[in-house]
């Protein structure tokens, strides 16, 4: 399958101690495209994949979000870190979390634009859970900027933890070096904070994603699910995507190292550092 418009996507899935995270490099520097048979399959199952805006100033506890410019314009890099499920300090999840971001610190500053935490945080969306990834990312002050996004795990209680201690806004965009990044909240299914037509998200995504196709931009989209079968509304959702030059959607969720292409967009995720099955 030929791959357009990116021409060179490198995964790079990295273990030091027990920390699993991944690091992605996206490239767009020449014409043409590239072939893979990365994978046949499609992420969304059974069909082929096909009050926010701009973020705001980091949360208290969070790096600065700011995407630093490391690299010629058209190339990205980032550090996905793998679904934490944090609980409790006592667990080894906890301390993984802490390696990795000490790892970033001392492998990574200054040679990534960003790192990104990809949903299922805080296990029971507790604030308790919350407040413990806080202080954790507090402690290491991290040299790079980290975004974030919620996932299922993160909807199993109403609270505003998320925004105070990993991100003001559940969904909003970023351009980094060229890209345009969107950061989504995927995993409700209902509501003004949902990927259903009409709803407030669906609203200024599409307007973003839009605006930034209409500028000659190539977008990213950072959500929780891989699989796009458990979108809400599937079908527009692809269809949007698809038209509106977006390249790439990497996701957490599945707890394995996932990479697909559909001719159009490359899907990706990874491991989890929390648990290795639901």
């Known amino acids: 399958t030929t791959l357009n418009p990116i021409d060179i996507v490198k995964l790079a899935f990295l273990a030091r101690t027990t920390a699993i995270f991944a690091m992605v490099f996206l490239t767009a520097a020449c014409g043409g495209g590239i072939s893979t048979s990365a994978s046949r399959s499609s992420p969304s199952g059974t069909a082929s994949p096909g009050s926010s805006g701009s973020s705001a100033s980091s949360a208290a506890g969070t790096a600065a979000a700011t995407p630093t410019t490391v690299g010629a314009d058209g190339i990205v890099s980032w550090v996905h870190i793998g679904d934490l499920h944090i609980q409790t300090a006592d667990m ?29 945080n805080a296990n029971e969306g507790s604030d308790a859970e919350y407040q413990l990834i806080g202080q954790a990312i507090k402690a290491a002050a991290l040299k790079v900027p980290l975004y974030a996004v919620k996932g299922d795990h993160d909807e199993k209680s109403i609270t505003q933890a998320f925004q105070q201690y990993l991100y003001p806004k559940s969904y909003y965009s970023e351009d980094v070096n060229g890209y345009h990044f969107i950061f989504l909240e995927a995993m409700t299914s209902s509501g003004d904070n949902s990927l259903t037509p009409g709803s407030a998200e669906w609203t200024w995504f599409s307007s973003d994603l839009k605006a930034a196709s209409a500028a000659g931009k190539q977008s990213v989209i950072v959500m929780h699910p891989y699989f796009l079968s458990q979108l809400p509304d599937l079908t527009d ?42």
Not at 102 to 117: P, R, T
């Open 237 to 278: 959702f692809q269809t949007l995507v698809q038209q509106n030059h977006v390249v790439m959607i990497d996701s957490g969720h599945t707890h394995t190292n996932d990479l697909a292409n559909d001719g159009h967009i490359i899907y990706a995720a990874t491991r989890s550092t929390g648990q290795l099955t639901e």
């Open 92 to 120: 080894q999840n906890y301390k993984d979390l802490q390696t990795i971001l000490g790892e970033i610190n001392q492998d990574f500053a200054g040679g990534v634009n960003f790192a990104v935490l990809p949903g299922d």
